[in-house]
């Protein structure tokens, strides 16, 4: 059973920046996709963007150009880079990958 940790939420003014990471660990496989996702109060979980070990990536269309996100594979650790950052953007972020999930960082943009 793969293990996912993430870190890096916090409090952020809007058009701020913040770096997510999440690390993998326990799984006996490869992880061939990981992803980000979020969940606001009273919304369902989202997908925010996912990404292949080849590098192929997938976000959803209100984070596209605004967030980016990478892998480093020798580390089993995914980053997602949120930048232009909106109020709506405020939600728990969840790191997924092998039908597992971590458990979650909060993220807020507010003035």
């Known amino acids: 059973q793969v293990q996912l940790v993430e870190s890096g939420g916090g409090l952020v003014q809007p058009g701020g920046s913040l770096r997510l990471s999440c690390a993998a660990s326990g799984s006996r496989f490869s992880i061939n996709v990981m992803g980000w996702y979020r969940q606001a109060p009273g919304k369902q979980r989202e997908l925010v963007a996912t990404?292949?070990?080849?590098?192929?990536?997938n976000y959803a269309d209100s984070v596209q150009d605004r967030f980016t996100i990478s892998r480093d594979n020798t580390k089993n650790t995914v980053y997602l880079q949120m930048n232009s950052l909106k109020p709506e953007d405020t939600a728990v972020y969840y790191c997924?990958?092998?039908?597992?999930w971590g458990q979650g960082t909060q993220v807020t943009v507010s003035s």
């Open positions: 990404i292949t070990s080849g590098g192929s990536t």
């Open positions: 997924g990958a092998l039908g597992a």
